[in-house]
């Protein structure tokens, strides 16, 4: 998702949001006049004051909640002034490094955009029961022969999983 569409989208969702609470408010206003003995005095400066301070507290709040959400996904890994890096190379990269590895099944790379800086996240899916240190320093490796052949080492999280997928892979032993 790109992030003018991304925008467009909060924005739409804050308007239905705020048009399906003003038109609760509306349905509600009848049956809380019937059930209340108290009936707030609309016209009273202090209950407009108090009702205009708890919207724009909502506000506020609804604006940092939209401002702290993360950037979504890209495809660049690295992107300089003269350069850019898909994540399918990175992936690519990863894969032939880790092919001599009898635990690791699959890579799969992807890269995310987070306040400022992008991040390649890399998961890698194992066997059932690996030898964790084996798949570990396999991983270290592969991330090595990464950075050397981009030249910088890139900001990455690794993720080593098992899945669905591992219980129909077939046996890592000849039989």
């Known amino acids: 998702m790109t992030?003018?569409?991304?925008?467009?989208?909060?924005?739409?969702?804050?308007?239905?949001g705020l048009g399906l609470l003003a038109g609760?408010?509306?349905l509600a206003v009848?049956?809380?006049?019937?059930?209340?003995?108290?009936?707030?005095?609309?016209?009273?400066?202090?209950?407009l004051w108090i009702l205009a301070g708890g919207c724009a507290l909502f506000l506020?709040?609804?604006?940092?909640?939209?401002?702290?959400?993360?950037?979504?996904?890209?495809?660049?890994?690295?992107?300089t002034a003269h350069l850019q890096i898909d994540t399918r190379v990175v992936e690519s990269i990863v894969s032939d490094a880790l092919t001599s590895s009898p635990d690791i099944l699959?890579?799969?790379?992807?890269?995310?955009?987070?306040?400022?800086a992008d991040l390649v996240r890399i998961?890698?899916?194992?066997?059932?029961?690996?030898?964790?240190a084996a798949v570990r320093?396999?991983?270290?490796?592969?991330?090595?022969?990464?950075?050397a052949a981009i030249g910088t080492p890139l900001p990455l999280v690794v993720h080593i999983t098992t899945g669905i997928r591992?219980?129909?892979?077939?046996?890592?032993t000849t039989h």
Do not use: C
Not at 3 to 16: A, D, H
Not at 166 to 172: G, L
């Open 3 to 16: 992030r003018s569409s991304r925008t467009l989208n909060r924005v739409f969702l804050v308007l239905i």
């Open 24 to 26: 609760g408010a509306v």
């Open 30 to 47: 009848p049956a809380v006049r019937d059930l209340t003995p108290w009936r707030p005095d609309l016209a009273d400066p202090m209950v």
């Open 60 to 79: 506020v709040f609804a604006i940092a909640w939209i401002a702290s959400r993360g950037r979504g996904r890209t495809t660049s890994a690295l992107k």
């Open 106 to 116: 699959s890579v799969d790379a992807g890269s995310y955009r987070r306040r400022g």
């Open 123 to 132: 998961a890698v899916r194992t066997r059932r029961h690996p030898d964790l």
């Open 137 to 147: 320093q396999s991983v270290a490796s592969a991330i090595e022969t990464l950075d």
């Open 166 to 172: 591992t219980s129909f892979a077939p046996a890592r």
